[in-house]
C-alpha cells in the first residue's frame, strides 16, 4: 500500500465514472448525456475576449451566475449555492450536513455510498419496493438526514411534490436532500419548497438537460442558513470553484431557456418511442421520467448485451450490483442513436438464436 497516503483516506471505496472512451467513435449512450450541443448563445459567448480575461481570476462569488438563476427560478440569490458539477455540492453537504447520519435507497446514484464512506457519515440504506419504487413512507419521520434522487438513477423513476412534501415536512430536524440532476424530462421539482422549508436542499445540474456535462457545472437551492454552510466548506476548499469561462457558458444558457425546454421535448419524444421499440423485442422497460430507459431482457444477460452492444460500437452502462445485473441503463440519443441501438439489438438477438 501507498506508504505516503494518510490512513484516514487510504481504504476510501471510489466512485468509478461510466466510461469515457478516447479511442473508438462509439454511439455513446452510457452517461446521460445530451445528444445535441448547447445553445448557440454558449458557444458565442466563449469567445476571444472571454479567452483573453483568463489571466484574471475568475469570481468567487459567481455573482452573475447566481443573479440569472434567480431571474430564471424564482428565488432570491442568498438562497443559491454554485458548484463545480454537481457532484461537487454533494460532496459538501455530506461533508457539512449529515453529522446526524443520513438515509438512502439501495440503488441509487453511486457517489452517495462513496461521500458517506469519505465523510465517515453513518449511513441507513433503504431498499426499494421489489418494482423499484421509492417508497415515500419509508422516509418519514425518520430523524436524520435524507437523500433522494428524483427522477432516482438508474431506475428513471421518481415520486410525486406532495411525497417529497410529507418527507421534508415530518424531517423538520435535518436536512432533505432532492437531487434533480433529471427533472427537466419530466420529473416535479421541489423548488417551489425552498422557500417554505429551511431543512431543504434542491441540488441541479447543467451536465444533462442544459448539454454542458463537460463544463463542470452545478447549483442547488436552499435556506440561507444551509447556502451559508456549504459556502463555508467551499470558500475553505476552492474559493474560485468555478471558472470564468464556464461563468460566462452558464450564464448564456439561461438566456436561453427556450433552447433548452425545446431539447427536453425532443428527448422526451425519443424516449417514448425508444421504449416501445425496446418493448417490442421483448424488453420489459421501467417507467421513464429521465433521459434514459433502465430496461431487461428475459433471453439475454444484461452484461452480454452490453458487451455485444460495445462490441458494435455501441455503449450503454450496465451494473454489476446483483439486483440490477440482468438490467442495463440506455441514454436516450438522438433519433438516429437510437436506431442504431435497435439496428444493433435486433442484430445480437438473431446471431443468439
Ligand atoms: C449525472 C448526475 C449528477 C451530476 O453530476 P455532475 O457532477 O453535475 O455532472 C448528479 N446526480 C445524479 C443522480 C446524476 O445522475
Known amino acids: 500500500m501507498n506508504k505516503f497516503m494518510s490512513s484516514l483516506y487510504k481504504d476510501i471505496k471510489e466512485y468509478i465514472p461510466g466510461e469515457q472512451p478516447r479511442d473508438t467513435q462509439y454511439v455513446k449512450l452510457n452517461t446521460n448525456e445530451l445528444p445535441y450541443s448547447p445553445s448557440p448563445l454558449v458557444i458565442k459567448a466563449l469567445n476571444e475576449s472571454a479567452v483573453s480575461r483568463l489571466n484574471l481570476y475568475s469570481d468567487p462569488t459567481n455573482t452573475g451566475l447566481k443573479a440569472k438563476l434567480s431571474q430564471v427560478y424564482g428565488l432570491d440569490t442568498k438562497n443559491i449555492f454554485i458548484s463545480n458539477g454537481s457532484d461537487e455540492v454533494l460532496a459538501f453537504a455530506f461533508m457539512a450536513l449529515y453529522e446526524r447520519g443520513v ?7 453511486g457517489l452517495y455510498k462513496v461521500l458517506s464512506g469519505l465523510y465517515h457519515v453513518d449511513t441507513k440504506v433503504i431498499p426499494l419496493a421489489e418494482d423499484f419504487s421509492l417508497v415515500p413512507e419509508d422516509y418519514i419521520g425518520i430523524d436524520r438526514g435524507v437523500v433522494i434522487a428524483n427522477p432516482n438513477a438508474p431506475t428513471g423513476m421518481c415520486i410525486s411534490l406532495s411525497d417529497i412534501k410529507r418527507i421534508v415536512e415530518s424531517n423538520r430536524g435535518h436536512v432533505v436532500l432532492i437531487d434533480e440532476a433529471y427533472v427537466d424530462f419530466g420529473g416535479e421539482s421541489a423548488i417551489s419548497l425552498v422557500k417554505d422549508y429551511d431543512n431543504l436542499l434542491v ?21 440561507e442558513e444551509i447556502i451559508q454552510s456549504l459556502e463555508k466548506i467551499k470558500n475553505s476548499i476552492n474559493p474560485y470553484n468555478i471558472n470564468s469561462l464556464t461563468q460566462k457558458a452558464g450564464e448564456a444558457a439561461l438566456c436561453d431557456m427556450e433552447y433548452h425546454d425545446d431539447c427536453c421535448k425532443k428527448i422526451i419524444a425519443s424516449r417514448e418511442i425508444l421504449k416501445k421499440e425496446l418493448e417490442k423485442l421483448g424488453f420489459e422497460v421501467k417507467p421513464s421520467c429521465s433521459n434514459f430507459l433502465f430496461a431487461r431482457h428475459n433471453g439475454i444477460p444484461g452484461k452480454e448485451l452490453y458487451l455485444s452492444l460495445k462490441a458494435k460500437g455501441v455503449l450503454i452502462r450496465h451494473f454489476d450490483a446483483p439486483e440490477i445485473c440482468q438490467y442495463n441503463r440506455i441514454s436516450v440519443g438522438t433519433p438516429e442513436q437510437n436506431g442504431i441501438l435497435v439496428n444493433k439489438i435486433k442484430e445480437i438477438l438473431s446471431e443468439r438464436k
Open 103 to 109: 438515509a438512502y435507497a439501495d440503488i441509487t446514484y
Open 203 to 223: 441540488v441541479r445540474t447543467y451536465s444533462k438537460s442544459f448539454g454542458m456535462a463537460g463544463a463542470r457545472l452545478g447549483y442547488a437551492f436552499a435556506s
